[in-house]
């Protein structure tokens, strides 16, 4: 059995642990995540764990979907062609409903920053150059978990497609880790690679993102929070 196949089991062992442990020191700096890479996980019992870097502002990518879909399913007109588009934009990744979506409701970014508390989180004439941080994206998730579990938005990441709209695979990072009921992934291969993604489970939300490639960030995800839930089964 290799060494990640035992982290795996562990985690999968492990993650009950999540929603009731006590909350990590928040100087915690977990050597095995590279700089690349920002990762975050929190549990609505307000459990709280990140990377050094996980409060830093970095391009939204695709992240930003999520904020423009919770806006409009919640504050919008209510037209099914919004809640259309929003399943689009959700399990495919489709950057033309977010273009048709975002135009409609431009301030739907900044709003969601606002109501949520992310502070690391901003809007821009283009959703598609937004920022977000990996801490806004789980704190964002698992606040959706505690006040509006109903919401479409985790059935639509749960039921998502294994191929995005432009072709591009979605099967990295958060998503690979035990427990994982549904996902969100945003890239761009535009000079440096550059992805995220972003899972929700059974009282947990966890979010990664890495100035490289899915199997870099795939790498740091699956080496990280295993042995974060070590450090927590063993109450170091």
Not at 99 to 128: C, F, M, V
Not at 183 to 190: F, I, R
Not at 202 to 223: I, K, M, N, R, W
């Amino acid at each position: 059995m290799s060494r990640r196949t035992v982290m795996w089991c562990v985690a999968a062992a492990a993650a009950g642990l999540l929603i009731g442990a006590p909350a990590a020191n928040a100087d915690e700096d977990p050597a095995t995540v590279p700089s690349r890479t920002a990762l975050s996980v929190r549990t609505p019992g307000g459990f709280a764990w990140g990377t050094a870097n996980e409060h830093e502002s970095r391009s939204a990518l695709s992240m930003s979907k999520l904020y423009i879909v919770d806006y409009a399913l919640r504050h919008g007109d209510g037209a099914p062609e919004d809640r259309a588009l929003a399943e689009r934009m959700i399990r495919d990744s489709d950057d033309g409903a977010a273009t048709q979506l975002a135009n409609k409701y431009p301030q739907a970014i900044e709003a969601t920053a606002s109501e949520y508390g992310l502070r690391a989180t901003h809007g821009s004439a283009d959703w598609g150059r937004s920022s977000t941080s990996t801490a806004d994206l789980t704190e964002f998730l698992v606040t959706k978990q505690r006040t509006d579990p109903g919401s479409p938005i985790f059935g639509w990441m749960a039921g998502a497609s294994n191929t995005a709209a432009d072709g591009t695979p979605q099967n990295w990072g958060t998503a690979q880790l035990p427990g994982v009921q549904g996902s969100k992934w945003g890239w761009s291969d535009l000079d440096t690679p550059e992805v995220a993604s972003a899972s929700f489970g059974t009282g947990f939300s966890v979010a990664a993102h890495t100035y490289g490639t899915p199997a870099e960030q795939s790498a740091d995800v699956l080496d990280a929070l295993p042995a974060v839930l070590l450090r927590l089964v063993s109450g170091r």
